[in-house]
């Protein structure tokens, strides 16, 4: 008989929508909880996930990704104090796909094209859960700039796996001289840790009333 995870991560009854987890865990797809939003879990997935998918010459992970614009937010000398707000969010925006993966950009239009909805609802449901989880606030003005920052390193990244490819539409716009990415791309074990280092660092100097997860992971 098929076996499906309950709330607690263990095996109960039938179902067809979890997925097993690095630690053995289950994860319920329809039913997302908190208890699994820990940083350990959502570095290891994250450095297992591919951009572009995957149809890069080097393997670049979501996790380095996410390191790569926190680096550039709370590295830059010239940032106030809000960098550490900003680089939480840079570090979970993409949260979800460490259990649901990448989906590339041209993919989504495609099926939202099709009203076929059930990746997106699924990504909202458990980013809802991380900003409930790491203390993040929906409302604050450092959304806008971490969607537009991370906006920016799509075309840092394409122009540096793809230097030869024609520009993409609005590429000009999208512009921050802030944004460049580091050196060498790291195997999932390093960028994993950098992942936890980087979210250790933010957690320590968060604002005192962060009502988020502490840095233990």
Known sequence: MDMDPDSAGTLSEASPFHIVLHDGRYFRLDDPQRTFLDPETIAHGLSMVCRFSGQIP???????????????????????????????????????????????????????????LAYDNVEDRIMGLVIDEYGLDIRSPVVREARRLDACMLFVEKRFFFPHAPKWSREEEFIDHRLLLSGACLEPRCAKARWLDAYRETAVNMPLDWRGRSSRG
């Open 58 to 116: 080097q393997y670049y992970s979501v996790a380095q990704h996410c390191v790569e614009l926190w680096r550039c937010v709370v590295r830059d000398p010239k940032a106030g104090p809000e960098k550490w707000t900003l680089g939480l969010w840079l570090l979970l925006h993409d949260a979800p796909e460490a259990f649901i993966g990448d989906m590339s950009r041209p993919m989504k239009e495609y099926m939202r094209s099709r009203s076929c």
